[in-house]
Nanobody, 119 residues
Framework: QALLAESGGGKVQPGESLRLSCTAA???????????FNWYRQTQGQERDLIAY????????NYDNSVKGRFTISRDNAKSTVYLQMNNLKPEDTAVYYC?????????WGPGTQVIVSS
């Protein structure tokens, strides 16, 4: 079982919403609340782009301009889960979405979840 697992992807029409989840497995001794989290996305043949960040305490968030005002990152440390609420989706949001946990030099990636925005 992977340490991180994304879920919530799917196919939607433009203007619709999705909420992605990134849940950490608890059996590896992973201290979820100590890690900063990021959401990235990647389209075929392109680099993986950082789109959202949340600090370990949930106080600080940052967004890429391409998603600012439409996407919201949040976390529930009690559930070891980070969320990405995506509203007003556009065709250009179509990508594989990945979460990444980081703490100093430690980094962990999830396997990704596909989001398709198409009419």
């Amino acid at each position: 079982q992977a340490l991180l697992a994304e879920s919530g992807g799917g196919k939607v029409q433009p203007g619709e919403s999705l909420r992605l989840s990134c849940t950490a497995a608890t059996e590896y001794g992973f201290t979820f609340s100590e890690y900063n989290f990021n959401w990235y996305r990647q389209t075929q043949g392109q680099e993986r782009d950082l789109i959202a960040y949340i600090s370990a305490d949930g106080v600080t968030t940052n967004y890429d301009n391409s998603v600012k005002g439409r996407f919201t990152i949040s976390r529930d440390n009690a559930k070891s889960t980070v969320y990405l609420q995506m509203n007003n989706l556009k065709p250009e949001d179509t990508a594989v979405y990945y979460c990444k946990a980081e703490l100093r030099t430690n980094m962990y990636w999830g396997p990704g979840t596909q989001v398709i925005v198409s009419s």
